[in-house]
């Protein structure tokens, strides 16, 4: 799309209910907000789709997110809208590296893609958070007290041999819980801001799982970054394949 990456992904019920044989069976929407053993919320704010593009320039991401508006217009409104850039590279707005341990490009398909044979083959289920940081009390945090909380270094992204169990790291542990593929990207003004996480997996167990670590759910502590950040917004979304979609508009064919 004119140098555009463009991702559709619709509310797990809703494409099930156009397409029961090309989504997971038990795949489901972020319908209710997780809550903590402490009270700590990760809020449900589930929509029916989302259109999330990318780009090398913010112009033809502009020009063709209000194309793609335009023609959903009749059937779809806009019920919210977040942009977001990239941050030195490959840096969050704490200042750490993120997606460390994101597979490359060639094993990414591997780890978010759903497997040939099954229900929704070659989609993937993404889940989407808004997180805005607690920017003043994370600045104030010495560097090596951040590194606790991360359970990394923050100059070069080590993971810490003596990592405390309520670390960023250890909370979502892929080696636990299977692994993922992020893109993640700052976003925000001057005066508030933080991250927004994209997650893919071909399985949702992963990515529900590493949230209920994060709040404590899991047996194990509180994740401590989310004494530095919280969660405003959380939605599942199965994105299918071209080929599915195809089949979608010519169901014949």
């Not at 704490?94 to 990414?108: K, M």
């Not at 993404?126 to 994370?138: N, S």
């Not at 401590?224 to 080929?243: D, I, K, M, Q």
């Amino acid at each position: 799309m004119g140098g555009v990456n463009l991702v559709a992904g619709f509310r797990p019920e809703l494409w099930r209910s156009v397409a029961l044989n090309d989504c997971p069976p038990t795949l489901s929407g972020f319908n209710q907000d997780v809550v903590g053993v402490d009270g700590y919320v990760l809020p449900a704010t589930q929509h029916d789709a989302v259109l999330w593009l990318s780009g090398s320039a913010y112009d033809v991401v502009f020009d063709s997110a209000r194309g793609a508006i335009a023609d959903l217009h009749r059937i779809a409104s806009v019920a919210d809208e977040t942009s977001s850039w990239p941050y030195r590279h490959d840096r969050d707005l704490t200042g750490f590296i993120d997606g460390t341990e994101n597979p490359s490009l060639i094993d990414a398909p591997d780890v978010a893609l759903i497997p040939d044979g099954q229900a929704g083959a070659s989609g993937t289920t993404l889940l989407l958070q808004k997180w805005v940081h607690e920017v003043a009390v994370w600045e104030s945090l010495a560097v090596d007290r951040q590194e606790r909380v991360m359970g990394r270094t923050k100059l070069d992204s080590v993971e810490l041999p003596d990592k405390p169990p309520d670390s960023h790291v250890a909370s979502t542990d892929q080696e636990r819980f299977g692994h993922i593929f992020r893109r993640n990207m700052p976003y925000g003004t001057i005066t508030e801001h933080g991250t927004v996480f994209v997650g893919f997996s071909a399985e949702q167990q992963r990515l529900s799982s590493m949230l209920a670590s994060m709040v404590g759910l899991a047996g194990g502590p509180r994740d401590a970054l989310t004494f530095y950040t919280r969660a405003v917004s959380g939605a599942y979304y199965f994105v299918p394949s071209t080929e599915a979609l195809r089949r979608r508009l010519d169901p014949t064919g």
